[in-house]
C-alpha cells in the first residue's frame, strides 16, 4: 500500500470525514491472514520528525493487527523507515530473522534511508518504540492516552484513520498552522457549523413559531398538546430515519467494496420498502391499540438486530461474490425499510384526524430535522462509533411510542367531546 490515496480533495480538508476501510484493525487481520510466512506487508505513509501524523496511526495499526493476532513482541515483527517526507513501514507475521535486519540496515546506509524502527535496534523516535514495544491492547491504549493526537487504531467501527483531532485537546490543531491536524480542526468545524446552523434553522422556522403559538394561547389546550406530541412524533422518525440511511451506508460500503455500490442498493431498497411499508400501512390498524404501541418496539428491535446482523455478514461474506452480498444486503434491509415505512402515514393520519390543518408543521419538522441528522451522524460515527447512530435511531423510533400515547389520548379525549348541532332558521 504505497502512498495509495489520491490528494485532489485535500484542499477542502475531506479525508478527514470520509472513512477508510484500507486502514482498520479488521482489514490488516485480512491482509496479514493472507500473507505467507515469509510474507512481508508494506504500508507508505507521509511523514515528518516533528508530526509524525499518519505514521504514527499506521504504527499503532500495526501493533494492535499483531496483538489480535496473538504476536507476543510486536517489535520483532516491525521495521520502519523514512526517506525525506515518506515512511514506510513492513510489517511480517514472522519475527524478522537477523539476517534480514542486518540487510535491511546495510540498504538504508547505502541509500542514505532513516531507520526509524528496527528489530533489535533502539528506536530513534521514542513514542513510536513505546508503541512497538507494548504486549496487550490495555499497554498500547496506554501509550496512545498520553499523546496529544489520537492515534488509536481504527477499526469498521470508526474507520476515520485521516482524523487525529481529540475534541478535548482542539488547542494542537488551532496553534498549529499546517499539517493533517489542521486539516482535522478545519473539517471538524464546517461540521460542527454545519449541524448548528441547521439547529437554529429548524429551532427559528418550525419549534420557535410552535413555541410562541401555544405560548400566546393562540392554540387551545387540546391542539396543543395535539402540535407536540405531533411534533415530537416526527422528529424523532425524520431523526431516526436518517441516522438509520446514513450508518447503513457506512457499513455496506465496507460489505459491498465500494461507496457508490452502497449508496445505490441502499438508496433503492430503502425508498422501495419504504414505499410499500406506507402502501401497507393503510391496510392496517395502527392507529388502534395494540398496534399503535406494537410497532415503534418492534422497529427499535429490528435495528439493533440489523445492527449485528450486518457485524456477521462483514465477518463471513467479505470475499463473497458482488452479486450475492447484494442480494444479502437487499434481503436484510427490506425488512426493516418496511416497518419505517409505516410511521410517516400513519402519523399523518392520527393528527389529521385531530387537527387536519396542523399537518405542514409536521412536513417541516420531519423534513428538517432528518436533514439536520445526516451531518449529525457523521460526526457521531467519528466520535463515538457507526454502531451509536444505530442505537440512537433505535432510541428514536421507540421513543416514538411516547408522542404515540399523547396523540392517542388527545383523539381519545376529542372523540368524547359531546357532539353539538346548531339548528339553522331562516
Given at each position: 500500500?504505497?502512498?495509495?490515496?489520491?490528494?485532489?480533495?485535500?484542499?477542502?480538508?475531506?479525508?478527514?470525514?470520509?472513512?477508510?476501510?484500507?486502514y482498520t484493525v479488521e482489514a490488516w487481520d485480512l491482509y496479514l491472514n493472507?500473507?505467507?510466512?515469509?510474507?512481508?506487508?508494506?504500508?507508505?505513509?507521509?511523514h515528518s520528525p516533528d508530526r509524525i501524523g499518519e505514521t504514527g496511526r499506521?504504527?499503532?495499526?500495526?501493533?494492535?493487527?499483531?496483538?489480535?493476532?496473538?504476536?507476543?513482541?510486536?517489535?520483532?515483527?516491525?521495521?520502519?523507515?523514512?526517506?525525506?517526507?515518506?515512511?514506510?513501514?513492513?510489517?511480517?507475521?514472522?519475527?524478522?530473522?537477523?539476517?534480514?535486519?542486518?540487510?535491511?540496515?546495510?540498504?538504508?546506509?547505502?541509500?542514505?534511508?532513516?531507520?526509524?524502527?528496527?528489530?533489535?535496534?533502539?528506536?530513534?523516535?521514542?513514542?513510536?518504540?513505546?508503541?512497538?514495544?507494548?504486549?496487550?491492547?490495555?499497554?498500547?491504549?496506554?501509550?496512545?492516552?498520553?499523546?496529544?493526537?489520537?492515534?488509536?487504531?481504527?477499526?469498521?467501527?470508526?474507520?476515520?484513520?485521516?482524523?487525529?483531532?481529540?475534541?478535548?485537546?482542539?488547542?494542537?490543531?488551532?496553534?498549529?498552522?499546517?499539517?493533517?491536524?489542521?486539516?482535522?480542526?478545519?473539517?471538524?468545524?464546517?461540521?460542527?457549523?454545519?449541524?448548528?446552523?441547521?439547529?437554529?434553522?429548524?429551532?427559528?422556522t418550525v419549534v420557535l413559531p410552535l413555541a410562541l403559538r401555544t405560548h400566546?394561547?393562540?392554540?387551545?389546550?387540546?391542539?396543543?398538546?395535539?402540535?407536540?406530541?405531533?411534533?415530537?412524533?416526527?422528529?424523532?422518525?425524520?431523526?431516526?430515519?436518517?441516522?438509520?440511511?446514513?450508518?447503513?451506508?457506512?457499513?455496506?460500503?465496507?460489505?459491498?467494496?465500494?461507496?457508490?455500490?452502497?449508496?445505490?442498493?441502499?438508496?433503492?431498497?430503502?425508498?422501495?420498502?419504504?414505499?410499500?411499508?406506507?402502501?401497507?400501512?393503510?391496510?392496517?390498524?395502527?392507529?388502534?391499540?395494540?398496534?399503535?404501541?406494537?410497532?415503534?418496539?418492534?422497529?427499535?428491535?429490528?435495528?439493533?438486530?440489523?445492527?449485528?446482523?450486518?457485524?456477521?455478514?462483514?465477518?463471513?461474506?467479505?470475499?463473497?461474490?458482488?452479486?450475492?452480498?447484494?442480494?444479502?444486503?437487499?434481503?436484510?434491509?427490506?425488512?426493516?425499510?418496511?416497518?419505517?415505512?409505516?410511521?410517516?402515514?400513519?402519523?399523518?393520519?392520527?393528527?389529521?384526524?385531530?387537527?387536519?390543518?396542523?399537518?405542514?408543521?409536521?412536513?417541516?419538522?420531519?423534513?428538517?430535522?432528518?436533514?439536520?441528522?445526516?451531518?449529525?451522524?457523521?460526526?457521531?460515527?467519528?466520535?463515538?462509533?457507526?454502531?451509536?447512530?444505530?442505537?440512537?435511531?433505535?432510541?428514536?423510533?421507540?421513543?416514538?411510542?411516547?408522542?404515540?400515547?399523547?396523540?392517542?389520548?388527545?383523539?381519545?379525549?376529542?372523540?368524547?367531546?359531546?357532539?353539538?348541532?346548531?339548528?339553522?332558521?331562516?
Amino acid at each position: 500500500m504505497s502512498l495509495i490515496d489520491t490528494w485532489a480533495a485535500t484542499g477542502a480538508c475531506a479525508f478527514s470525514l470520509s472513512e477508510n476501510s484500507l486502514y482498520t484493525v479488521e482489514a490488516w487481520d485480512l491482509y496479514l491472514n493472507r500473507l505467507e510466512d515469509n510474507g512481508i506487508f508494506t504500508v507508505s505513509r507521509w511523514h515528518s520528525p516533528d508530526r509524525i501524523g499518519e505514521t504514527g496511526r499506521v504504527v499503532s495499526l500495526a501493533v494492535a493487527a499483531l496483538l489480535g493476532q496473538g504476536v507476543q513482541e510486536p517489535s520483532k515483527h516491525i521495521a520502519l523507515i523514512t526517506a525525506g517526507n515518506i515512511s514506510t513501514l513492513l510489517l511480517s507475521r514472522q519475527p524478522f530473522l537477523q539476517g534480514d535486519v542486518n540487510k535491511l540496515s546495510e540498504v538504508c546506509e547505502e541509500l542514505g534511508f532513516g531507520v526509524v524502527l528496527l528489530p533489535g535496534r533502539p528506536p530513534t523516535e521514542g513514542f513510536l518504540g513505546n508503541m512497538v514495544s507494548t504486549r496487550t491492547r490495555d499497554d498500547l491504549s496506554a501509550v496512545i492516552a498520553r499523546a496529544e493526537l489520537n492515534y488509536s487504531p481504527p477499526t469498521d467501527e470508526s474507520p476515520y484513520f485521516f482524523n487525529m483531532l481529540r475534541l478535548t485537546n482542539i488547542g494542537v490543531a488551532v496553534t498549529g498552522s499546517v499539517g493533517v491536524v489542521r486539516g482535522n480542526l478545519i473539517a471538524t468545524l464546517t461540521l460542527l457549523g454545519l449541524v448548528v446552523t441547521l439547529l437554529l434553522v429548524a429551532i427559528a422556522t418550525v419549534v420557535l413559531p410552535l413555541a410562541l403559538r401555544t405560548h400566546f394561547g393562540i392554540e387551545s389546550s387540546v391542539r396543543a398538546e395535539t402540535l407536540w406530541s405531533g411534533a415530537i412524533y416526527f422528529t424523532l422518525i425524520g431523526a431516526g430515519f436518517m441516522l438509520t440511511e446514513i450508518a447503513l451506508i457506512q457499513r455496506l460500503t465496507v460489505l459491498l467494496s465500494h461507496p457508490i455500490y452502497a449508496l445505490g442498493i441502499l438508496l433503492f431498497t430503502l425508498i422501495a420498502s419504504t414505499g410499500i411499508g406506507s402502501l401497507v400501512s393503510d391496510r392496517l390498524p395502527l392507529t388502534r391499540t395494540p398496534w399503535a404501541y406494537l410497532y415503534p418496539i418492534v422497529t427499535a428491535g429490528c435495528l439493533i438486530g440489523l445492527k449485528f446482523l450486518l457485524e456477521a455478514l462483514l465477518a463471513t461474506m467479505i470475499a463473497a461474490p458482488v452479486l450475492l452480498k447484494i442480494g444479502v444486503s437487499v434481503s436484510v434491509i427490506f425488512p426493516v425499510g418496511l416497518l419505517m415505512g409505516l410511521f410517516f402515514p400513519t402519523g399523518m393520519r392520527l393528527a389529521k384526524s385531530i387537527a387536519l390543518d396542523e399537518t405542514p408543521w409536521y412536513w417541516a419538522l420531519n423534513g428538517i430535522f432528518g436533514v439536520l441528522c445526516s451531518a449529525l451522524a457523521v460526526f457521531i460515527s467519528i466520535y463515538i462509533g457507526i454502531s451509536a447512530n444505530f442505537y440512537i435511531a433505535a432510541t428514536c423510533y421507540g421513543a416514538v411510542l411516547i408522542a404515540q400515547v399523547g396523540l392517542q389520548r388527545v383523539k381519545a379525549r376529542s372523540e368524547a367531546l359531546p357532539k353539538v348541532g346548531v339548528a339553522y332558521k331562516p
